[in-house]
């Protein structure tokens, strides 16, 4: 195993986990401040991608694409909040579960009923195409080189929206006390649906970056929120600084699992088995992960007991 | 999940008799696909009674309990498959079986460990942790089941002939109906025990308060983990009746979006309520095959409809037919 190699899945681990952090920080987000668990999340993410693969379809514009998927996921997402969401804030688990699956349904199934079964695709523009060489001679794809860096950046905008701005403070205030804050003058449910609509708009930027790597079709988003919920729940719910360690290390472990997995798995039980063996475990590494981060710390890396 | 008043006990043994009538008339109309989605429906029934003490009585809403179907449901394949390849099981060189006695026992005691393992793990948390870990938990088993190759990894596994119970003959559709219509009633019999002995009341005491059962010496974890164990082994043991019914299982069986219709079973129907899952079997059922029918995209119709209820009509419908409304907090 060369170093070009290990650097190389380095790479692609932090790619994948800057992906998991847009859709984590809106969940946990959406969690901490309203105190929701929001399965139709995954169906936001999707939302962005068919917005982006549209438009980069109608006008050949990445840049566009990007804009369409995170105003449609916004859009949809204050929709979805103002007509179904706002009325569950106060309901248990059991309901917002179950409402939030009959959004999936509606959502997902709605999606197919517009665009058909058949996958679109977005492609990588141009301008991000080919690989760029990196310091110590390593190939590595331009375009995901651009999506870590879109990630990093969006991941530092968010700490100074809740650290340095109104906006954040009366999000920090809203997750504190909710009763207080309302009785301060804030509007508290414009509040929810901005943080929603927010969380709404990274999903769908999530989408639409994945799209051009993957295809763009329905129930693309489960796999992902099912992820960003480990991630979630390995950095402790509601914290967005959880989110982003979290999500760095299920991007990491899985990567390196898939890649390293069949390799160690070679001494062990033979060439013909190692493949199959190493990728059956490597699927469920991060699960191992969360199991174990759980039994040291019950409320997460970063969660408040 | 009391048996509840009078009226309740009226609705429940309506809701018996009539998906014990269907299948019974559509033999004499000779209509034999009704009589397979009567079983459907028992089955899903069946698995909805499981999930129903953990999520009812107990308050754990656990959205992974799609890994305790699909488990019970890969208990039948593996063992039916090695039975007709003639084939020694991988572990200890044992034979496979056709004798569905045989494969329930071990997708109930399967269920059980697997449920004793997730449960420990994620009781230790509540709330929408709890939700969470039983989800990831359950795809972990999901994606297992796709990536192990060994028993068709994503294709699944089929079955040529369906599994034998000794003085039956499982292919006739009504006699397979009356065999799982009676595990079914068994189940519900022995749920009404449980929910009415010390250890049901305990469990409910826990959900309502679990200082309170602290305080009196009672032991809400263990009582979580007991009733999750019994809900994971009779939800496993519908899952092997399933997979018999189709002759096929897959890693679809596993999947979180059964997990998220065994919830949706159990709410249409009732939460807590003894008949409720069979209510709610009997409903998704009907409206499958009806919009189902009309259009391919029948499941927005289900969405909006389960919007409806979880917005402006908790309790279900035997909630809506037995008035009462049941201890749910």
């Known amino acids: ?100 699956f009959a959004l999936i349904l509606i959502l997902s199934e709605g999606t197919r009923w517009l665009f058909g079964s058949f996958p679109l695709y977005l492609d990588v523009p141009p301008w991000l195409a080919g690989p760029v060489t990196l310091p110590g001679g390593i190939d590595y794809p331009r375009y995901r080189l651009a999506v870590i860096g879109v990630g990093l950046a969006v991941a530092a905008g968010l700490a100074w929206l809740i650290a340095g701005t109104r906006l954040g403070i009366r999000i920090r205030a809203g997750e504190a006390d909710r009763e ?96 199959t063996v190493g990728s059956a475990l490597a699927s469920v590494a991060i699960y191992v992960l969360m199991a174990l981060v759980l039994i040291v710390r019950p409320a997460g890396l970063y969660g408040r007991v | 999940m009391t048996a509840g008043g009078g009226r309740e006990r009226i609705v429940n043994a309506g809701l018996a008799a009539l998906l014990l009538a269907v299948p019974l008339w559509a033999h004499w109309a000779g209509e034999p696909f009704t009589i ?41 394949g593996i063992l039916a498959y090695h039975a007709q390849t003639v084939t020694p099981l991988p572990l200890w060189d044992l034979a496979g079986t056709r004798s569905m006695p045989v494969i329930w026992l071990v997708a109930v005691v399967g269920g059980a460990a697997v449920a004793a393992l997730v449960g420990a793990l994620s009781l230790r948390s509540s709330g929408v942790y709890f939700i969470m870990l039983t989800l990831a938990f359950g795809q972990m088993c999901f994606y297992f089941a796709v990536a192990w190759p060994a028993y068709g990894g994503e294709d699944g596994l089929s079955i040529w002939v369906r599994n034998g119970f000794p003085g039956l003959n499982t292919l006739d559709p009504l006699q397979f109906f009356l065999l799982v219509y009676a595990v079914l009633v068994a189940v519900i019999w022995m749920m009404a025990r449980i929910t009415a002995s010390p250890f049901g009341l305990a469990l409910a005491a826990a959900r309502q308060s679990p200082a309170r059962v602290e305080a009196v010496g009672g032991r809400p974890f263990r009582l979580r983990l007991v009733a999750f164990v019994i809900s994971g082994a009779v939800t496993a043991l519908a899952g092997a009746l399933f997979a018999d019914l189709n002759r096929f299982v897959s890693p679809s069986m596993l999947n979180w979006q059964t997990s998220g219709e065994l919830i949706v079973i159990v709410v249409l129907g009732g939460v807590a309520r003894l008949f409720g899952p069979v209510a709610g079997a009997i409903v998704l059922v009907a409206l499958e095959h009806w919009l189902g029918g009309i259009s391919d995209y029948w499941q927005i119709a289900l969405g909006v409809a389960l919007l409806a209820v979880v917005l402006f009509a908790r309790g279900g419908l035997v909630g809506a037919l037995a008035g009462r409304p049941v201890a749910h907090d």
């Open chain 1, 180 to 275: 207080m804050i309302a009785a301060l003058g804030v509007d508290i449910s414009r509040l929810y649906t901005l943080v929603f609509a927010l969380g709404a708009a990274l999903a769908g930027l999530a989408g639409a970056l994945v799209g051009a790597i993957q295809s763009v079709q329905v129930g693309m988003g489960e796999p992902v929120l099912i992820l960003a919920f480990v991630v979630i729940v390995i950095g402790g719910i509601g914290s967005i600084r959880g989110a982003f360690v979290g999500a760095l290390l299920v991007g990491l472990t899985d990567t390196a699992g898939r890649v390293f997995l069949p390799v160690l798995m070679l001494p062990l039980v033979g060439a013909q088995q190692a493949a």
């Open chain 2, 36 to 76: 397979t989605l009567a079983t459907r429906a028992a089955i899903l029934a069946l698995a909805g009674v499981g999930l129903n003490l953990a999520l009812g009585t107990g308050g754990l809403v656990s959205l992974g309990h799609a890994a305790f179907f699909g488990l019970g449901g890969y208990a039948m």
């Open chain 1, 1 to 100: 195993m060369s170093t070009v190699l290990l650097l190389e899945q380095l790479l692609n681990g932090l790619q994948f986990g800057v992906m998991l952090f847009l859709m984590a920080a809106g969940l946990t987000l959406i969690f901490g401040v309203m105190g929701l668990i929001n399965l139709a999340h995954g169906a936001l993410y999707m939302i962005g991608a068919f917005a982006a693969a549209t438009v980069a379809g109608l006008t050949g514009s990445f840049l566009l694409a990007l804009v369409a998927a995170l105003a449609a996921a916004a859009a949809a997402g204050a929709l979805i909040e103002l007509a179904v969401i706002r009325r569950l804030y106060g309901r248990d688990h059991l309901d917002q579960v179950l409402a939030t």
